[in-house]
């Protein structure tokens, strides 16, 4: 058998409200996307909702309406995607990378303690997998902290996190923005895309700048009440606008994420019960959290990893691997030579893991077969 690491579930009903914005005059970021903003700050419970057209580009929209850049740090955990740092190093600011749980892989206040400084601006905790850290003990950590020189913001990476939740609270609640992924294997996807989320007013009309360009109001303004209006930059800005041929696939997918989601765990679980009580490590779950299910990630000791994946393709399984340290990349290692030694949890978890197919078409006989190979041709290698 042949198992997809990842299919998208996109219907034809997604195809014909792209077919509708076609056959509009207007393109670009407008009525669509400002629909499905008000979608998602209803969503989750804030004032303010962007759209933008990658996690990536908001997070620079994000961090130059902070102001963040050379002189300043950013506290990045090493076991991350790439792009969680990279943004850091875009605006010139210095990544500081921080360890993270070995039992959770996600960063703890006590964790990023130990890295904050007089220069320390931001900390960028990553809901790894779909668990959340724990923002408001992060926040805690922040404004006691002795070395501080002044306020840290917290920007949440919810790349793998728009429908968790810790202890009751989604992402955004407590943080200084939330930001969050479309891209073609999230959990919400259209391809390429994200959305930021705040509650801060200020920053929120920073962002509506720093997302195009550093414009001062946005196409659908400048032709507001049918003549055209001049337009600023008062701030530097990046292309980040999700225009609305793609925000149509969106609408539909945020109104039923959470049933999605219960089918979701439900082949996490099975995962979870079928390798109860075997060789391979697991990500530990906290009940406080309800996990948004992103990814099911398995570690495979003895160095054998890189053996299990060949092991796995050969028998026409597909997996990745996410991730391997951050630190450990050539680019970082040349910038921050001891940073990897220094996240030794992260470096660990990634010399050791591998992720599973999981999304919503994958069948029961697929995941049956998957689990089948698992016992077969991993199990050996682990024990
Ligand atoms: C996917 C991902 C990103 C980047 O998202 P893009 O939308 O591709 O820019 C950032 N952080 C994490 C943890 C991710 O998984």
Redesign the pocket.
């Known amino acids: 058998m042949k198992v997809d690491f990842y299919r998208h579930s996109l219907l034809p009903r997604h195809a014909e409200a792209v077919a509708a914005v076609l056959a509009t005059p207007f393109l670009t970021t407008g009525k669509v996307a400002q629909a499905v903003e008000a979608q998602l700050a209803e969503y989750f419970s804030l004032p303010y909702a962007l759209l933008v057209n990658?996690?990536?580009?908001?997070?620079l929209a994000a961090l130059l309406a902070l102001d963040i850049g050379p002189g300043d740090e950013v506290i990045v955990p090493a076991m991350?995607?790439i792009?969680?740092a990279n943004v850091v190093e875009l605006v010139g600011a210095k990544v500081v990378f921080a360890d993270v749980d070995p039992s959770t892989l996600l960063l703890t206040p006590e964790l990023a303690a130990k890295r904050v400084t007089r220069q320390t601006r931001a900390v960028i905790p990553?809901h790894?997998y779909g668990q959340m850290c724990d923002i408001p003990a992060l926040r805690k950590m922040l404004e006691s902290h002795p070395a501080r020189s002044q306020r840290v913001c917290l920007i949440e990476?919810c790349?793998?996190c728009f429908e968790g939740e810790r202890d009751g609270t989604k992402p955004g609640a407590h943080s200084d923005v939330a930001i969050f992924?479309?891209?073609a294997?999230?959990n919400i996807t259209c391809g390429?895309?994200?959305a930021i989320v705040t509650g801060e007013a200020e920053l929120y009309q920073r962002m509506l700048e720093t997302r195009v360009h550093g414009m001062s109001s946005g196409a659908i303004d400048r032709f507001a009440a049918n003549r055209y209006n001049h337009w600023d930059m008062r701030r530097l800005g990046t292309k980040a606008n999700l225009f609305d041929l793609l925000a149509a696939l969106l609408p539909d997918q945020i109104a039923t994420v959470d049933e999605r989601l219960c089918h979701r765990r439900a082949i996490a679980n099975r995962y979870r019960q079928a390798f109860a009580g075997g060789p391979l490590r697991s990500v530990t779950q906290l009940q406080c959290c309800k996990s948004a299910e992103?990814l099911f990630a398995i570690g495979v000791p003895n160095g054998m990893r890189d053996a299990a994946i060949a092991a796995l393709n050969a028998a026409g399984v597909s997996v990745t691997v996410?991730y391997r340290s951050v630190p450990e990349t050539t680019f970082y290692k040349k910038r921050y030579p001891a940073a990897s030694a220094a996240c030794q949890a992260a470096y660990g978890w990634g010399t050791e893991t591998l992720s599973l197919p999981l999304y919503g078409s994958l069948s029961r006989e697929e995941q049956d077969y998957v689990i089948q190979m698992v016992h077969d041709r991993v199990y050996p290698l682990a024990r």
């Not at 990658?54 to 997070?59: F, K, L, P, Y």
């Open positions: 990658s996690w990536t580009n908001g997070a991350t995607f792009a969680s990553v790894l990476d790349a793998h992924s479309f891209y294997t999230k390429e895309g994200g992103h996410n």
